[in-house]
DNA sequence: TCATTAAATTGTT
DNA sequence: AACAATTTAATGA
């Protein structure tokens, strides 16, 4: 039977599941919670943030500005997420921005907590390995999505990024989140992810709900490339 | 349970 | 960006 402290994780990070009870007891102790307002930064890029980063409840942005001076989103993560792993296995300053888009509780374990974890737990490996992959994936497509110009394919790819089960175990076919969260995840104005919306509704991609949508076919909408 | 009001979300110009 | 229309949530009888 497991252990009270991986239930007790369990509520903040699915992966709890792949650890022993002995190494969750030591995550468990590691791990303290967070509230970020929406709106606000959890951290700039530069700062040293050595916490390992998980999206209890709420929709993170990362995202950086570039030379030119133009907002780039790299991804949203929403409840369910991890990030940071990269910062604090090279114990370097983060290279990105993190924003709140909306109110966030945040799960953040400390670097020594995650080096024990790294160091000791073969469940922990296996779920850094997948994590990592998963990632690399979805930078990869980032890369072309930047080409992409046409609004919908935009909107589609960053809702796309939002149901990656691999990321996300837990994320059915629906999500809560508006059309202002997603113009602001996407960089586009509120009226253009509502119209483009309704463009990928009317190709039976997607429902979209009030203050949210219901995904018909993932594999195709994190392929659309418009018409 | 129903009616009223406030707040949030979306549509339109 | 501002305004209107619509839906949901909260309140109290």
């Not at 303290?32 to 530069?46: D, L, T, V």
């Not at 709140?100 to 073969?122: E, G, K, Q």
Request: a neutral charge; one cysteine or more; aromatic letters at 8%.
């Amino acid at each position: 039977m497991a252990s009270r402290a991986k239930a007790e994780l369990r509520e903040l990070a699915f992966w709890a599941d792949m650890l022993t009870d002995d190494e969750a007891e030591r995550a468990r102790r590691g791990v303290s919670e967070r509230h970020f307002a929406a709106g606000s930064y959890i951290c700039h890029r530069g700062d040293k943030l050595d916490h390992w980063t998980g999206v209890v409840s709420g929709l993170v942005k990362i995202g950086a500005i570039s030379a030119t001076g133009k907002a780039i989103t790299f991804a949203g993560i929403g409840a369910g997420g991890w990030l940071g792993e990269g910062s604090v296995l090279k114990d370097e300053p983060r290279k990105y921005d993190l924003v709140a888009l909306r109110n966030t509780r945040l799960a953040m374990m400390s670097r020594p907590t995650f080096m024990w974890l790294f160091d000791h737990s073969v469940g922990f490996n296996k779920f850094l390995v997948t994590q990592l992959n998963e990632r690399m994936g979805q930078f990869i497509a980032t890369i072309e999505h930047d080409r992409l110009h046409d609004p919908t394919a935009r909107v589609a790819r960053n809702i796309a990024w939002l149901f990656n089960p691999v990321l996300y175990p837990g994320v059915g076919q629906h999500i809560d989140i508006t059309q202002e969260e997603l113009a602001m995840l996407a960089g586009l104005s509120r009226q253009i992810v509502g119209r483009s919306l309704r463009t990928l509704e009317e190709a039976q991609l997607l429902k979209v709900e009030r203050a949210g949508l219901t995904v018909k076919d993932i594999e195709r909408l994190s392929t659309y490339e418009g018409d």
